[in-house]
């Protein structure tokens, strides 16, 4: 499984990148509204610490209005994967950025039926958000297997990103029904690294390890 990290924060950027287990960025509008750069400029910073798909999100509410803010996102580096909100406007935007050869992430899809549509447009990408809809009362996990089942019926290129991601639980869920991607928060993944036994264990051992007589 891939992992992302959901954050437009470049320090928090940096730093996972450096474990070496790293593969794209999501950011959105929330996100980005965190730091204090203007979008384009954060969105190439991004592009030049991981060198994978960077989600960055259209704000217009048109189709032909989301493909030109595209077609200008898509310009700031090969690598930048336009996210697009899963309304009928959103359908046809991704549908001409598709055939333009633009990558699609389908964000804010909180349904099986909105995730076949998506794949359907040609999204490369799809967005479920498991944590939101944990949130109100429904079942996140559940959403991902039914869409995973839906993908492993048919030929479409699309990759799930699993997405609203709340705990470490979320991740190894989405890993064992095959979702292809996580996008994780950067507390969340300092989670996945932890553990107090491996700390109680290393302790121990270096303990007991200055107890070895050295030559
Ligand atoms: C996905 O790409 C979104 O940025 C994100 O996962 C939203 O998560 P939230 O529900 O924690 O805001």
Redesign the pocket.
Known sequence: MKIFI?TANLDKIREVNSWGILDGV???P??VAKENTDFETLVGEICGIVDGPI?AEVMSVTAPEMVAEARKLAAINKNVVI?VPMTEEGLKATKALADEGIRVNM?LVFSAAQALLACKAGARYI?P?V??FDDVGEDGMRLISEIMDILDSYDFETEV?V????HPIHVTQAARMGAHIA?I?YDVLKKMFNHPLTDIGIKRFQDDWAKVPKK
């Not at 997405?163 to 709340?166: K, L, T, V």
């Open positions: 959901d999501t950011t959105n929330s996100l989600s996210k964000t967005s958000f944590g939101r990103i997405a609203s991601i709340r996008t928060p």
